[in-house]
């Protein structure tokens, strides 16, 4: 159990980096940097991270195999006979696919992010009539679902923009640069702190 939950628990901040990821979208817009640049530059770190949990996790299971036990044969054949794996692979075929297109679409520079959007959108819904779950039901509970996700995403705008405006209102940039030049940091230590702060803030 220590090793799936560790692994779900991993797994479940690779959201906030890999693409489509509304934190990058947030930062983008705060910092007034593309979204599409920020997509782009996501996808190796988030690659990166993925390949070092599947490594990590085959370390564990072959130098402790009693953390990650086989699964006994009587339970794999009734698995595999069971058609759960053709299953699965259709969840993950579909899906898959529309991230391809909606990602593809920015990093060709076939469509903006907002344009990829409806995309997304368009490809949510026919997926969904494609696998006959498309309801009235189901399309007012995912517009209920993006109502609230945007109405989020505008009061942290809204919030970082009032908060940056106060902070340069009363100089507090020029406090916090005369701090970094009187300190006499290299670049590479000013980066190294910044990423210590940054890690226990994370903790709140």
Not at 18 to 32: Q, T, Y
Not at 62 to 80: G, H, K, N, T, V
Not at 137 to 154: G, N, Q
Request: aromatic fraction near 10%; hydrophobic fraction near 55%.
């Amino acid at each position: 159990p220590e090793v799936a939950t560790g692994t779900i628990a991993a797994s479940g901040t690779l959201g906030q980096i890999i693409p489509p990821s509304i934190v990058l979208v947030l930062l983008g817009s705060i910092l007034n940097v593309s979204i599409g640049d920020m997509f782009m530059g996501a996808v190796i770190p988030g690659l990166v991270l993925v390949s070092l949990y599947l490594v990590w996790i085959v370390i564990v299971a072959i130098a402790r195999p009693e953390f990650a036990p086989a699964m006994p044969r009587e339970d794999l054949d009734r698995f595999r006979g069971s058609g759960v794996v053709w299953r699965v692979v259709q969840a993950f075929v579909l899906p898959f696919a529309l991230i391809l297109a909606v990602l593809g679409s920015i990093f060709a520079g076939i469509a903006s992010p907002t344009e990829a959007a409806a995309v997304g959108a368009l490809g949510a819904t026919l997926l969904t009539t494609f696998q006959r779950k498309f309801t009235y039901e189901t399309l007012k509970s995912v517009m209920a679902e993006t109502t609230r996700l945007t109405c989020m995403v505008f009061i942290i705008l809204v919030g970082a923009t009032a908060f940056g405006l106060v902070f340069r209102g009363m100089r507090g940039d020029h406090y916090l640069t005369s701090l970094i030049l009187g300190a006499n940091l290299g670049p590479n230590t000013f980066l190294a702190l910044v990423m210590v702060v940054i890690f226990i803030a994370g903790f709140f």
